[in-house]
């Protein structure tokens, strides 16, 4: 379907759907930004804190370095253990809980609280090297990456304009005594941080925008669909529950029908079941039915009967049955498997030919 139907705004029942399969719009530079500006906010409140546990520690392990012999002892390692724990503990942990409650209400934020457990389920086309290569080099990697570049170079300019005026005064500092030194190397980090997040923040921002106008773009529907939908909402539902009864019936009776003409059934060997038809005009096998359980063996039975050449290919069956659907082209990443099936099949239609 082109783009250019798309002229529609999407349906309330378009949306659920969506998010039904965990479609949202999301910004992953917007929930950077508001983690590193979390984390900054507790470094800075937490600083005292941090400086004073860090110190700590070193004059423990520098007195620990005095007298090996303690480090060496149970009761020396322990206390090394303990005071290890405890800075985790003051300095690290509160900056962390702090960056993951920002991470996880911005993401609430921004697709809502609704849990959808769909992309838990396994997926064949996740694994599959051949399109996550594609994924890797394909044109939307491009753009992205040219986008991040593009976000990399802004920061940079940013933290360089605010660092450049303060080289000379970094410079001055020579000889200041160690306290006051490290005042004025935090406020210049922290004036470099600030301003670097502030950007950032902008640009997480941006490109929440874009994101969801990408996410209402994808949405859109054609006048068709919106016809066929309404229609469907106009039922009672004893009557769209009729008629998709009836859509079923008919669409396996197709399938059935269409079994005979096969030229494989590659089978699970019980639970799966799905024909395959090339004719040569096609860029690839095509698959004309596929069912799971009974319907499996329905289609087992019917290719038996019609002299169809039922194969067992548990790997390759699962992956047809889960990936393709009726009517479709095998995928570019199943023709090897697939073509070593036909071949087969061929090889050994033609010895039966030769011994008749």
């Known amino acids: 379907m082109a783009d250019a139907d798309r002229t529609e705004k999407p349906t309330p029942k378009r949306r659920k759907e969506a998010r ?7 910004s992953s530079d917007l929930n950077g930004a508001v983690v590193l500006i979390a984390g900054v906010v507790a470094v800075l409140a937490l600083g005292s804190t941090i400086a004073s546990s860090a110190a700590g520690a070193m004059r423990s392990a520098f007195a620990d370095i005095a007298d090996p012999s303690a480090v060496t002892s149970g009761a020396g390692l322990h206390g090394l253990l303990s005071l290890t724990i405890n800075v985790l503990l003051t300095a690290v942990a509160p900056v962390a809980v702090a960056c993951m409650v920002a991470g996880v209400i911005t993401n609430v934020a921004q697709v809502g609280w609704a849990p959808s457990f769909s992309q838990l389920a396994p997926s064949f086309s996740r694994v599959n090297p051949i399109s996550g290569f594609k994924n890797l080099f394909g044109p ?19 933290v360089a304009i605010t660092l450049i005026p303060q080289l000379t005064g970094l410079a001055a500092g020579v000889g ?8 004025l190397i935090s ?11 502030a950007v950032y923040l902008l640009i997480g921002i941006a490109d929440y925008f874009y994101q969801r106008r990408r996410y209402e773009k994808s ?39 269409a079994v005979p003409t096969a030229d494989v059934v590659v089978t699970n060997p019980t639970h799966f079941a799905v024909a395959l038809v090339y004719d040569g005009t096609k860029t690839a096998p095509e698959v004309v039915a596929k069912g799971q359980d009974l319907v499996a063996k329905q289609i087992r039975t019917l290719a038996e009967e019609h002299g169809v050449p039922v194969v067992s290919d548990p790997p390759l069956a699962r992956a047809l049955h889960s990936t393709v659907e009726i009517g479709q082209l095998v995928p570019e990443q199943l023709w090897a498997a697939v073509a070593q099936l036909l071949a087969f099949v061929y090889r050994l239609a033609g010895r039966r030919k030769a011994l008749a």
């Open 187 to 197: 406020s210049s980090v922290t004036a470099i941080v600030e301003r670097a997040a």
């Open 20 to 26: 039904q399969k965990s479609r949202a719009p999301k």
């Open 219 to 257: 949405l859109m529907m054609t006048r068709q669909e919106i016809k066929d939908e309404s229609r469907q909402h106009s039922l009672p539902p004893e009557v769209r529950s009729a008629i998709r009864r009836r859509q079923v019936q008919a669409a396996r009776a197709r399938m059935m029908a």
């Open 176 to 183: 200041t005594p160690p306290g006051a030194l490290g005042a």
């Open 140 to 158: 939307r990697i491009a753009f992205d990456t040219l986008k991040s570049l593009a976000k990399v170079s802004i920061v940079g300019i940013v």
